[in-house]
């Protein structure tokens, strides 16, 4: 028997038309050299209500899927693109995203108030199989895992790179669309960065605890990531640092 976890981990933004909402004080953008780069350049910005974006951290060294990016499910518009994310193309979504909670294997980690943690345990679930009615959802069990599918959807232990994690809301809402991509996050990277991903963005430890423990939610972050040459064809339209 499973139950979804209690708190939601994953910060309200919303959105009309689109460009960044004017009340998004905070913003992390990931920029790639091209859609095939599995290499990234994170920066965080902030702005007072009104005001133009000011760096606050980075840039900072990233790496993304071994295939590149493709269009995810997030806050922007849909698309017209042929290059979508799908689960299992190892491509990191690229779109603008709301971000969610912290999970990691300490009992807590330096962050802003109203940033929630969670500490990974063996009973911790995190559903890949797009066939399931818990697609891209967090559970928690309410004994040891014991069926086939429990087992496999466990949560990473004792894997360094997961050992803390921030959650990117990609493939969210208004509920997940089978195969269109699931468990994405900011995590550490592996093997000191000589290693692309499978679809989360990641960075070395040090730089992930700065970032975490910059995010305010009251101030409502997302996070952007496109190639290069996208961030400038929309900077204007969609307000981007």
Same mark, same amino acid.
């Given at each position: 028997? /499973?139950?979804?976890?209690?708190?939601?981990?994953?910060?309200?933004?919303?959105?009309?038309? =689109?460009?960044? @909402?004017?009340?998004?004080?905070? +913003?992390?953008?990931?920029?790639?050299?091209?859609?095939?780069?599995?290499? #990234?350049?994170?920066?965080?910005?902030?702005?007072?209500?009104?005001? %133009?974006?000011?760096? /606050? @951290?980075?840039?900072?060294?990233?790496?993304?899927?071994?295939?590149?990016?493709?269009?995810?499910?997030?806050?922007?518009?849909?698309?017209?693109?042929?290059? +979508?994310?799908?689960?299992?193309?190892?491509?990191?979504? @690229?779109?603008? =995203? %709301?971000?969610?909670?912290?999970?990691?294997?300490?009992?807590?980690?330096?962050?802003?108030?109203?940033?929630?943690?969670?500490? +990974?345990?063996?009973?911790?679930?995190?559903?890949?199989?797009?066939?399931?009615?818990?697609?891209?959802?967090?559970?928690?069990?309410?004994?040891?895992?014991?069926?086939?599918?429990?087992?496999?959807?466990?949560?990473?232990?004792?894997?360094?790179?997961?050992?803390?994690?921030? =959650? +990117? @809301?990609?493939?969210?809402?208004?509920?997940? *669309?089978?195969?269109?991509?699931?468990?994405?996050? =900011?995590?550490?990277?592996?093997?000191?960065? /000589?290693?692309? /991903?499978?679809?989360?963005?990641?960075?070395?430890?040090?730089?992930?605890?700065?970032?975490?423990?910059?995010?305010?939610?009251?101030?409502?972050?997302?996070? *952007?990531? #496109?190639?290069?040459?996208?961030?400038?064809? #929309?900077?204007?339209?969609?307000?981007?640092?």
């Amino acid at each position: 028997m /499973t139950r979804p976890l209690l708190f939601s981990l994953v910060l309200s933004l919303p959105v009309s038309g =689109f460009e960044i @909402a004017s009340d998004c004080l905070q +913003i992390i953008v990931g920029t790639a050299e091209t859609w095939q780069s599995s290499h #990234l350049t994170l920066s965080v910005y902030e702005r007072t209500p009104g005001q %133009s974006w000011q760096q /606050t @951290a980075g840039p900072w060294k990233g790496r993304c899927g071994k295939k590149g990016l493709a269009w995810g499910r997030g806050l922007h518009p849909k698309p017209s693109s042929s290059l +979508i994310k799908a689960e299992g193309d190892w491509r990191s979504p @690229a779109g603008v =995203f %709301s971000l969610g909670g912290v999970w990691g294997y300490g009992t807590s980690v330096k962050r802003r108030p109203g940033m929630k943690y969670r500490q +990974i345990t063996s009973r911790d679930l995190w559903v890949e199989d797009p066939t399931s009615p818990h697609y891209n959802r967090h559970l928690v069990l309410n004994r040891e895992p014991l069926e086939s599918w429990e087992k496999k959807a466990q949560m990473r232990q004792n894997d360094y790179p997961h050992s803390l994690k921030l =959650f +990117i @809301a990609h493939n969210t809402e208004p509920k997940p *669309v089978p195969r269109a991509g699931s468990s994405i996050f =900011f995590h550490i990277w592996r093997s000191s960065g /000589t290693r692309p /991903t499978a679809g989360c963005t990641t960075l070395r430890e040090i730089n992930l605890r700065s970032l975490i423990a910059g995010l305010d939610p009251h101030k409502k972050p997302v996070y *952007v990531l #496109l190639p290069l040459q996208e961030y400038r064809r #929309l900077k204007s339209a969609w307000d981007l640092p």
